[in-house]
């Protein structure tokens, strides 16, 4: 099991994270002078891709990529989530390079080239990703070559910034993957209000909008199916990741606050609080190694096997993970007291974050009915 | 002006007709439409606005006049001096109507004006008591400081004689509708004697020159609680409530208030416990045949009725002569258990239209409730406050 004990570049990868994040002013900041209407940090992402170069990260070697692990981007996730940093980079990097990976063929390559140069962030639209009863574009034909796709998805996840998305379409042979430029005509992105502030999401809408296949005739469902499981792995990553730089700071503030003349850490009822919380943190990490692990044997095997081991520690790990970042994130609220209920603190932020992962890429109980099921249930 | 009282207090079915009466007046009858989804107050901490505050003051001037706005109060303070339960027999009838907010009106007619009457001199009974339940002024509490919060007995703000009165320089934060209120029930120091007996409660003007509101931007996005500075702010002996140095009996009194209002009010009355309501919606929004969500509707159904049970109990419990007490403390702690219950149903009823405003009705105005759920646990004392009074007072175990 690799992603039980990080390697030595591992540490270095997440040490190199954090020196890049604390150059920048934190969510608050960003939030307190950001343009309207905008929810990433454009300076944050260059940075962190050109020092990094993390939109290349887990593109193959063969596309042009660094041919990275996902216990190397489970590392990167959980450095992002601990910051809660506003940049687009889960689309890209954790849900269209998988699809674009399990796609194969040429046309995939050729995007996964664009992403690896930093030419282009992609979206992925999926029902399993977005709104599972809010999904359905159509591709027909086009005279003169490549297919015109329309229909609509109503939540992809950082969405309306992306140079490229990536829809999954129903035609004649199936559900099959295919690629949009955003700037096409017939494209109509729409930023919807967001829970969490600091991760943006768009409905979009395709009228007849050029695209290009990417991948095989009816291979669209196994291509965003892996997509989810990898991007569950990753949402998982940044949820633990959220959950203990939370638990850090209600501990730190427990040991400093001081009411009816003591540490309020010393009460009982916060030291235990703290303990359980500890629990709930310990708890999620473990079930995120195995499930990095799990991804990592898929990733390099491709066999049918892995891929089941994958399925079912993926939704362990989502339905796991959501909900203890919830919980510490509303406790660990609750112990900073009536100061994070404020916007003077980062609490709230990381309440939204929690809520928000925790409905995303499929609720809690969705991955603990989806576990029971293969399981033979 | 207020309505003359009546020599014989009528009937309670006679008072309900009069409120009937006065009621099909001046407000529209709640009709199907409005009760339902639609209209429903989602948030738990509605950042009230000077407007909506202006709007509540208008119709609590009209309930007043017409003699609803202090049932139970003195008559020769500008009370109708009738029982309480006339109050329990007004809003029922009231509840028929479709009313405006008036949450603005929550601390002020629940906290301060009863803690007044309690403890007022008749100067500044005369001051404040009538204005305020006439909506004519509005209060707030100016408890916490950034110091002083579960320990409320550890305020700073200083109050030091003067000739005729006192001067008070210090700091008071997250006051809730600070901004638009007239008047604030301020504890403050007045000696360096034993804890608990160096405290002191007043009224103070919140237009005195000394007095710096800034709002602070709560969770939920709006901004209903403040920053309030004190800067040599001067407020006349008369309007000292209680005795000197014996403030925290005062304060005390001021949280049952508060407890019975939080506990009672289950989120502000704003109708979110509602179950007919809830399962209306789950209907509309087609979510009511899935397992999960059928559960986590009857866990908050299971909840609420029990709850609303136990503090029917507690009441029943003050009505036979048993003073009121720690009873509240656990009714808050159901309500937080009931509003976290009631986060969870939501969640799993609306999953991802939860996190991101897709346009349907009746979906992302839930984030406002779910936001409100921490402030919940913390104002109006802890659940660890909470927990303490009740193990040393019901339990009690040898609690510090
Ligand atoms: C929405 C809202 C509205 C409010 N409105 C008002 C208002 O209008 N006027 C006003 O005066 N105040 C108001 N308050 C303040 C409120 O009363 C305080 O926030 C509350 O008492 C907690 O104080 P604190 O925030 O300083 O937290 P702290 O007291 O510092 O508490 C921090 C943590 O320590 C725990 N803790 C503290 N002491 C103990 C103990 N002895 N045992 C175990 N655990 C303990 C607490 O439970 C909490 O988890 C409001 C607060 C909120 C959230």
């Known amino acids: 099991m690799t992603a039980l004990v990080p390697t030595p570049e591992r540490l270095e990868l997440r040490e190199a994270v954090r020196k890049s994040l604390q150059r920048h002013p934190g969510p608050r900041g960003f939030l307190a002078e950001q343009p309207s209407g905008k929810w990433f940090d454009a300076s944050l992402l260059e940075d962190l891709n050109r020092q990094l170069g993390l939109a290349e990260l887990l593109v193959p070697i063969g596309c042009g990529g660094a041919g990275g692990q996902l216990a190397d981007a489970a590392i990167v996730f959980e450095e992002l989530g601990a910051a809660l940093a506003p940049v687009p980079l889960f689309a890209t990097v954790a849900l269209a390079t998988s699809a674009l990976v399990a796609s194969g063929g040429e046309a995939a390559a050729t995007l996964l080239g664009r992403i690896a140069r930093g030419e282009a962030t992609v979206a992925l639209a999926d029902a399993r990703c977005g709104l599972p009863d809010d999904h359905r574009f159509v591709a027909v034909p086009r005279a003169g070559g490549g297919w015109l796709v329309s229909g609509r998805s109503g939540v992809v996840i950082e969405g309306a910034g992306a140079d490229v998305l990536l829809v999954t379409a129903e035609t004649g042979d199936g559900v099959t993957l295919f690629a949009v430029e955003a700037d096409a005509s017939g494209v109509q992105r729409r930023p919807l209000r967001t829970l969490d502030l600091t991760r943006g999401i768009a409905e979009v809408v395709l009228d007849g909008a050029r695209a290009e296949q990417t991948g095989a005739s009816g291979g669209g469902r196994a291509a965003a199916d892996l997509a989810w499981d990898v991007g569950s792995v990753l949402l998982a990553a940044e949820q633990v990741g959220g959950a203990q730089r939370v638990l850090d700071t209600a501990v730190e503030y427990a040991k400093q606050r001081v009411q009816f003349d003591q540490k309020i850490g010393s009460f009982q009822q916060i030291s235990s609080k703290l303990v359980d919380l500890l629990l709930d943190v310990e708890m999620a990490r473990s079930a995120l190694a195995t499930a990095v692990d799990a991804a990592d044997e898929h990733w390099e095997d491709r066999g049918e096997d892995t891929r089941l081991a994958l399925l079912r520690e993926a939704s362990l790990a989502k339905a796991l993970c959501s909900d203890s970042y919830m919980h510490v994130a509303d406790e660990g609220l609750h112990v900073v007291g009536g100061i994070g209920f404020t916007w003077e603190h980062d609490a709230h932020l990381y309440f939204r974050r929690a809520k928000s992962t925790q409905q995303l890429l499929g609720s809690p109980d969705s991955h603990r009915e989806r576990l029971a099921k293969a399981a033979g249930l | ?400």
Not at chain 2, 84 to 105: C, F, H, I, N
Not at chain 2, 337 to 360: E, H, I, K, Y
Request: with cysteine.
């Open chain 2, 1 to 400: 002006m207020s309505v003359s009282p009546a020599t014989t207090a009528p009937s309670l079915d006679e008072f309900k007709a009069e409120a009937a009466a006065f009621l099909d007046r001046v407000a529209e009858p709640r009709t199907e439409a409005a009760s339902s989804a639609g209209e429903r107050q989602l948030s738990l901490f509605r950042g009230s606005t000077v407007a909506d505050a202006d709007a509540a003051r208008a119709w609590q001037r009209t309930v007043f006049d017409a003699g609803f706005g202090w049932i139970d109060g003195p008559v020769e303070e500008g009370g109708r001096g009738l029982p309480s339960r006339y109050v329990g027999a007004y809003l029922q009838v009231e509840r028929r109507y479709s009313t405006p907010q008036k949450s603005a009106l929550g601390v002020s007619l629940g906290m301060v004006a009863p803690t007044l009457v309690q403890f007022g001199t008749a100067e500044a009974k005369g001051r404040w008591a009538e204005a305020l339940y006439r909506g004519d002024a509005i209060g707030c509490q100016l408890f916490s400081e950034p110091g002083a919060g579960s320990d409320l007995a550890a305020v700073a703000t200083k109050a030091v004689r003067d000739s005729d009165g006192w001067v008070v320089d210090g700091q008071k934060v997250w006051t809730s509708g600070a901004h638009y209120s007239d008047v604030g029930l301020l504890l403050a120091r007045t000696s360096t004697g034993p804890r608990h007996r160096n405290l002191t409660a007043f009224l103070v003007d919140m237009h005195a020159p000394g007095v710096e509101v800034r709002p602070l931007r709560q969770m939920t996005g709006g901004a209903d609680f403040n920053e309030v500075f004190l800067d040599g702010v001067r407020i006349p002996d008369s309007h000292r409530l209680g005795e000197v140095d014996e403030g925290w009996g005062v304060a005390m009194a001021t949280l049952m208030y508060e407890r019975s209002a939080i506990g009672g009010g289950v989120g502000g009355g704003s109708g979110l416990f509602r179950m007919d309501t809830l399962a209306q919606w789950l209907r509309e929004i087609g979510r009511s045949e899935d397992p999960l969500v059928r559960q986590a509707y009857a866990r908050v159904h299971t909840g609420v009725s029990a709850a609303k049970t136990m503090r029917a109990r507690a009441e029943a419990g003050v009505k036979a002569g048993r003073p009121p007490g720690p009873e509240m403390s656990l009714s808050k702690l159901a309500l937080v258990a009931n509003l976290a219950a009631l986060a969870d149903l939501v969640s799993d009823a609306l999953g991802p239209r939860l996190v991101a405003d897709t346009g349907a009705a009746e979906t992302f105005g839930w984030t406002e409730y779910v936001l409100g759920t921490p402030g919940m646990r913390l104002g109006g004392g802890t659940d660890e406050v909470q927990r303490n009074i009740i193990a040393k007072r019901v339990l009690g175990l040898p609690v510090k």
